[in-house]
């Protein structure tokens, strides 16, 4: 079916509104006067209906046009994402990237640099997926991903410094070591331990265990959502990221006190698996991250 219309009158009765005269969108379009009423006019033939009207030697849009305008917007918008999207292309820019982020790194440490990755790159999707331990360290070593937010630097593989993380271990409330002042290795030895487990999908031989294993029964879960719903629920102890932990207010749960060491810091770095096969898009996603970690008020400040 060939269409009447075309999208440069639709943009042209779209700059009539916002300019709020014909005008104003002359000047805003760099055209005559003239040209934008005729334009108009043509269009009105071509639709069958009165577009423009005069009000007190206003040109104003009738109850009809701004009807059609409310679908008329977005269409001109989704042409002119079309054309950025088809110049990236052209530049070679990638039409999905992944990045993959170490679930020991927070979420909210993403968004604002995504948000402004997506205001710079319309047509580039990203596949986002959370790794741990082996999980993490594979992401990387067989270039699963295009950035990755890993913990410790991989042989190999360059990589800058993101956010350190600290790990509490914490309780319930109405857990019994909720109620000491301090806990010895003896007495967390007696009590389940929630862990989160590797997520590497290889041999299980291959996988990896951190940190303080001893207790005599684990719950082990898939990721700190569940290990958190399970610390509320009393059933054990568990090393928990800072972050995630509710600020300025009480809590459900409280941070233990152990004896010899309980907390501490995991640093999380930042790696383009691919190298200099790395693509235009997830170069701009990296230093769009790094960026964020400079700044003196991010949370997770390396230094």
């Not at 334009?39 to 423009?52: D, S």
Request: proline share 5%.
């Amino acid at each position: 079916m060939k269409l009447k219309t075309t999208l440069e009158q639709w943009l042209t009765l779209i700059e009539v509104e916002q300019a709020g005269s014909i005008q104003g969108a002359a000047q805003a379009l760099n055209k005559s006067h003239t040209t934008l009423i005729y334009a108009l006019r043509k269009l009105e033939q071509q639709l069958g209906m009165e577009l423009i009207r005069v009000e007190q030697r206003r040109s104003v849009l009738t109850d009809q046009a701004r009807s059609l305008l409310r679908r008329a917007v977005p269409m001109v918008e989704q042409a002119r994402t079309l054309e950025a999207v088809s110049r990236q292309m052209a530049q070679g820019v990638e039409s999905e990237i992944t990045l993959t982020v170490d679930h020991l790194c927070s979420r909210q440490w993403l968004m604002e640099p995504l948000s402004r990755f997506f205001e710079a790159f319309r047509g580039t999707s990203v596949q986002i997926r959370e790794t741990s331990l082996s999980a993490t360290e594979r992401a990387v070593t067989q270039r699963q991903a295009d950035v990755a937010i890993i913990t410790l630097p991989i042989e190999n593989h360059l990589s800058d410094p993101f956010a350190v993380v600290t790990m509490v271990p914490v309780v319930a409330h109405s857990h019994p070591l909720a109620q000491q002042s301090s806990v010895t290795v003896e007495e967390l030895i007696s009590h389940t331990q929630i862990v989160v487990r590797d997520l590497g999908q290889g041999d299980p031989s291959e996988h990896q265990d951190v940190g303080w294993l001893r207790s005599q029964l684990r719950v082990t879960v898939d990721n700190f959502d569940h290990a958190w719903d399970a610390v509320r629920a009393g059933i054990g102890f568990c090393r928990m990221p800072a972050h995630r932990l509710p600020q300025g207010k009480p809590s459900e749960v409280v941070p233990l006190t152990l004896e010899g060491g309980g907390s501490y810091q995991v640093p999380l770095n930042l790696c383009l698996p691919k190298g200099e096969q790395t693509g235009v898009a997830a170069r701009a996603l990296y230093a769009m991250l790094l960026e964020q970690a400079q700044q003196p008020s991010f949370e997770g400040k390396y230094f």
